[in-house]
């Protein structure tokens, strides 16, 4: 039985943002619902996946309901920042993807990371239901975020700090 369950039907607003210096920064997944506040840590390959899979989530949801009104995806840079307190609930280990063709409503859903001693049953869970324009706003915005971080090496593919890069494609030699 998992340590909790929370529906966070409907969510306010949904989005992810990043917290610190480029190769420090903390990710997280935050949604207002009322006065309530719900925050999740992530990581950015997580958010890196989460945008991709919600535009292609959206595109297979607009070809099997072609009467759908399309999502907008614009969004205000301020209001997609998140806000005090972040307080994570938990560290995201699986993020998924639902949709609801009755209510119109996508969920985002996470599942706790557990260590190899927890029982896998246990992991909390939440479910943030929104709307598609929220979750295109979130992919939108969480693709601009990550794209944010440090450069990243042509020929290996890893983060290139401010001093240099190493590259094991070259043998070790400087970039």
Same mark, same amino acid.
């Given at each position: =039985?998992?340590?909790?369950?929370?529906? $966070?039907?409907?969510? @306010?607003?949904?989005?992810?943002?990043?917290?610190?210096? +480029?190769?420090?920064? %903390?990710?997280?997944?935050?949604?207002?619902?009322?006065?309530?506040?719900?925050? %999740?840590?992530?990581?950015?390959?997580?958010?890196?996946?989460?945008?991709? !899979?919600?535009?292609?989530?959206?595109?297979?949801?607009?070809?099997? @309901?072609?009467?759908?009104?399309?999502?907008? !995806?614009?969004?205000?840079?301020?209001? =997609?920042?998140?806000?005090? +307190? %972040?307080?994570?609930?938990?560290?995201?280990g699986e993020i998924g993807l639902a949709y609801d063709k009755d209510r119109d409503q996508v969920v985002v859903f996470t599942k706790e990371l557990l260590t190899e001693e927890d029982d896998p049953d246990s992991a909390a869970q939440i479910r943030f239901w929104v709307s598609r324009s929220q979750v295109r706003k979130l992919a939108r915005w969480g693709a601009d975020?990550?794209?944010? !971080?440090?450069?990243?090496? $042509?020929?290996?593919?890893? +983060?290139?700090?401010?001093? !240099?890069?190493?590259? +094991?494609?070259? @043998?070790?030699? =400087?970039?």
């Amino acid at each position: =039985m998992p340590r909790f369950e929370i529906d $966070v039907d409907p969510c @306010n607003h949904i989005t992810a943002d990043a917290i610190g210096a +480029p190769g420090q920064r %903390v990710f997280y997944l935050q949604a207002y619902q009322d006065e309530r506040t719900i925050t %999740v840590l992530i990581e950015k390959a997580q958010l890196q996946s989460l945008a991709i !899979g919600i535009e292609q989530f959206l595109s297979q949801i607009s070809q099997q @309901n072609p009467d759908l009104e399309e999502a907008s !995806g614009e969004f205000s840079e301020e209001r =997609m920042r998140i806000h005090p +307190p %972040v307080d994570p609930l938990f560290r995201a280990g699986e993020i998924g993807l639902a949709y609801d063709k009755d209510r119109d409503q996508v969920v985002v859903f996470t599942k706790e990371l557990l260590t190899e001693e927890d029982d896998p049953d246990s992991a909390a869970q939440i479910r943030f239901w929104v709307s598609r324009s929220q979750v295109r706003k979130l992919a939108r915005w969480g693709a601009d975020v990550t794209s944010r !971080g440090r450069p990243v090496c $042509v020929q290996c593919g890893q +983060p290139i700090e401010p001093d !240099g890069h190493f590259c +094991p494609k070259k @043998n070790g030699h =400087m970039t």
